[in-house]
């Protein structure tokens, strides 16, 4: 198994540019997460999923969006990048929610707004 | 809305310490409470789970307890080795079952 795997690792962009920030699992998970880590922070979620076709917000989502077309892909998407938004990005997935089940990490994406 | 903090934000020990981290929250309806650890420019590796019914876990050398009364949770790393040195998060499960993390303890463990 890869696990979670996100791309790209880096990416530098110019403000008003969009892009997509890439996300898969392959351990048919049902729960997959957005979070942003801006240094010396914790994690803040921004979108979450429970299974396909099914989206909700988390507590920082405003200026960005999500889909979940399959149970292995959740691509999340930028647009009008803003230097607010230079963080790294983190994706998870989760089996269920239950109280025993952990979240397991993909190494995340460095993005740089200019 | 949970809160998380953690204490100290950075702590450098001599190889061989034991050492405890602080984790506290604000809201003591959690359904368990996560510690992972955290390499520079890694993801995050899940240490050790607590559901809220249990009291502690332990792998290895690392033993977390976990208070909701009073809202607190350590984690204890025993005779502490270089290779330990990393960013370690606590994050506690509510509600709709998604975590909220604290800011992270630094640690360095020199030779």
């Known amino acids: 198994n890869a696990g979670v795997t996100q791309t790209p690792k880096f990416r530098i962009l110019k403000i008003g540019q969009s892009m997509t920030l890439q996300c898969t699992q392959d351990m048919n998970h049902n729960y997959m997460y957005w979070y942003r880590q801006d240094p010396g922070m914790g994690l803040k979620l921004i979108y979450y999923s429970v299974g396909a076709g099914i989206t909700d917000k988390g507590e920082v989502p405003n200026g960005y969006n999500v889909s979940r077309s399959t149970t292995e892909d959740f691509p999340l998407r930028l647009e009008l990048a803003a230097p607010s938004q230079t963080s790294v990005y983190f994706c998870?997935?989760?089996?269920?929610?239950?109280?025993?089940?952990?979240?397991?990490f993909g190494p995340g994406t460095r993005l740089t707004v200019l | 809305k949970q809160e998380v903090t953690q204490i100290p934000a950075a702590l450098s020990v001599p190889e061989g310490e034991n050492l405890v981290l602080n984790c506290s929250f604000t809201?003591?309806?959690?359904?368990?409470l996560q510690w992972f650890r955290q390499d520079p420019g890694k993801g995050l590796t899940s240490l050790l789970l607590?559901?809220?019914?249990?009291r502690e876990q332990t792998s290895g050398r690392l033993n977390a307890s976990l208070d909701k009364s009073s809202g607190r949770s350590t984690l204890y790393i025993a005779a502490s080795q270089p290779g330990d040195s990393a960013t370690y998060l606590c994050?506690?499960?509510?509600?709709?079952?998604?975590?909220?993390f604290g800011p992270g303890t630094r640690l360095s463990v020199l030779p």
């Open positions: 998870a997935s989760r089996r269920l929610a239950s109280s025993t089940d952990t979240q397991y």
């Open positions: 607590i559901q809220s019914s249990q």
């Open positions: 809201d003591s309806a959690i359904y368990n």
């Open positions: 994050a506690v499960g509510g509600e709709g079952q998604n975590f909220v």
